[in-house]
């Protein structure tokens, strides 16, 4: 049913040569749009596909300008390209959007569009009149040049291990070492580095604080985290379930943890655990090394996903054809990882920091579900009907994670190796839980007290960082590093409160993995027919044609966590 020959959408409204320069250039074209006489059902979806026709022109621009930069930070000229579009053309799409936007509802013909195709569609174009402001567009402007300089101030960082410099991601590898004091180094000079950016950081943070704390306010909002939930497209739960999934968390989820970290101290044969032993194995057992080089991670995973499902296997080669992945870790280059989904040529662009480590593979088949989503979603009419919302997107990764397990053979030929691969990743699908509330409910204290201090931020990261805290590890004495780890987690710069999507969405993935390993084909089958809506359904819908049900609540998260450790202590 499935091809990964993807092509790039046809142009008829913007001329094949046409390419984004400059605003002056662009303008004629929302013109034509405001400007188009719209008097019969036949010219009103017409309309709707130029103007998605040109939304994915533009966007194509913007999102490559974003990843050229995202892969060379130290590059002047591809950091003003981008900051050029954010600054000198974006602001000026802004006004046109809303008033498309308007043109379309305000059309009586537009009552006779698909109930069914059209409902997710239009109700996006509500919010989007309900929140735009114009004197909003000079502050998004500002914050989307401003973020990117986490990337710019991270990319920087590189620590000194055995005389060699290293990004803070490759020197992570040493966390895996026989070597405890090695392992204790390596620990504690990341966490230094980190230290002497703190100011600049946390001065960042601040400025990124007051902008979007403005922006709720033009818009009528108490906070910006109101506000920001109506940006998101929260129309399926509330601040109150988010706070209920905190709660469930400490409840069904931290006794989990304590467990493996326990074991982890016994095996180790340690009196103590400290943070700098959560990924070392016992004398004798080597660190997993699932791979040498980018080619062999991006070669395995074609073969990995290939044994799933070939579409899978396909999406990837057809993304490696076309250089569509920037895999390595290197000085210079952003953090973290991403699927960049590309509007209009369809392939999507996969960036990550891979250095070797297990990790890495967990990474990769993760974007790579992102991407299979991505070809899925991509031949939907309207480019507003790609836009999928991040819990179901997230439910396309996460899942992926767990899937590719039944393959992971081809980077692990040993059968004791695989073993511990699986039971890593499990222990990551659970211990990741704390970490997604402790984000979560920073940022609900952050906007809703927005005129805080740096000290009063400390104190109540601290406060909710010891709330999740497990009672195994022994912190003593890193109190310091402890109380700037929110400082890693770019989405806090970059994507605010995108974060308790990844818990949702880790529920989600276990179900579809409950429904795998009872019915693999069945379950691939609703997976692929699921991510295929794109945005044309409801979050609840969408769940639904995957076979799982919209709930995160502490019941079903007791029940999931229970099966998790139940297929844990299955692998061991």
């Known amino acids: ?52 026709e040109l939304e994915a022109v533009v966007s194509e621009d913007a999102c490559w300008r974003q990843i050229k930069m995202t892969c060379d930070t130290e590059n002047k000229a591809l950091e003003d390209a981008f900051n050029f579009f954010c600054m000198e053309i974006q602001p000026n799409i802004e006004p046109y959007s809303d008033a498309l936007n308007k043109k379309l509802l305000n059309n009586p013909l537009a009552i006779n569009l698909d109930y069914k195709k059209y409902f997710t569609y239009l109700r996006a174009l509500r919010k989007s009149i309900e929140l735009f402001r114009a004197e909003n567009i000079p502050l998004q402007a500002q914050l989307s040049v401003i973020q990117q300089q986490y990337g710019v101030i991270t990319g920087k960082m590189t620590v000194t291990i055995n005389e060699q410099e290293y990004t803070l991601q490759q020197a992570t590898k040493f966390l895996e070492s026989h070597d405890r004091n090695l392992r204790e180094e390596a620990y504690r000079k990341i966490q230094e580095r980190r230290l002497q950016d703190k100011t ?122 076309l250089k569509h992945l920037d895999l390595e870790s290197r000085i210079g280059k952003a953090p973290g990882g991403y699927n960049c989904p590309l509007a209009e040529s369809g392939a999507p662009f996969i960036f990550m920091n891979a250095s070797g480590q297990m990790n890495d593979v967990t990474t990769m ?62 222990e990551r699908v659970i211990t990741i839980f704390p970490w997604i509330a402790v984000i979560d409910k920073f940022q609900h204290w952050v906007y809703e007290n927005p005129q805080h201090s740096t000290a009063e931020r400390i104190t109540n990261w ?53 429904q795998f390993k009872n019915d693999k084909q069945k379950a691939l089958d609703n997976y692929c027919i699921a991510l295929s809506l794109g945005a044309t359904q409801t979050l609840p819908d969408l769940y639904k044609t995957a076979g799982l049900k919209f709930d995160f609540s502490p019941e079903q998260i007791k029940v999931l966590m229970e099966f998790v450790k139940a297929q844990m202590e299955s692998i061991v």
């Open 462 to 514: 601290n406060a909710i960082l010891k709330e999740f805290q497990d009672s195994v590890i022994d912190y003593s004495g890193l109190e310091n590093y402890r109380s700037n780890m929110w400082q890693r987690q770019l989405h806090l710069f970059e994507v605010p409160f995108y974060y308790i999507e990844y818990g949702i969405a880790q529920l989600g993935a276990i179900g579809m993995w409950m």
């Open 200 to 321: 600049p950081l946390n001065e960042l943070y601040n400025q990124l604080i007051q902008k979007r704390n403005q922006q709720a306010i033009n818009a009528g909002f108490a906070n910006y985290r109101d506000f920001r939930f109506k940006e998101l497209g929260r129309f399926d739960y509330t601040k109150e379930d988010c706070f209920a999934f905190h709660e469930a968390v400490k409840q069904h989820v931290l006794p989990l943890i304590n467990i493996i970290y326990q074991k982890k101290k016994e095996k180790l044969g340690l009196a103590v655990l400290r943070p700098w032993d959560l990924d070392a194995e016992p004398a004798g057992i080597g660190p997993l090394r699932p791979f040498k080089t980018s080619e062999e991670l991006i070669n395995k995973s074609i073969e990995c996903f290939t044994m799933l499902r070939p579409f899978f296997g396909d999406c990837l080669k057809k993304m490696q054809n």
């Open 1 to 52: 049913m499935y091809t990964a020959t993807i092509q790039k959408t046809p142009r008829h409204f913007v001329p094949d040569n046409f390419v984004v320069t400059n605003w002056q250039n662009l303008e004629p074209f929302f013109k034509e749009l405001i400007d188009r006489n719209i008097d019969t059902q036949e010219t009103l979806e017409q309309w709707l596909k130029d103007q998605s």
């Open 365 to 426: 088949v993760h974007e790579g579900g992102h991407a299979v989503h991505s070809f899925l979603a991509h031949p939907l009419e309207l480019s507003g009907f790609k836009e999928y919302p991040m819990e179901i997107a997230e439910v396309a990764s996460m899942a992926m994670e767990l899937f590719s397990m039944d393959h992971w053979e081809v980077f692990f030929n040993n059968k004791e190796e695989l073993t511990r691969a699986k039971e890593h990743q499990l």
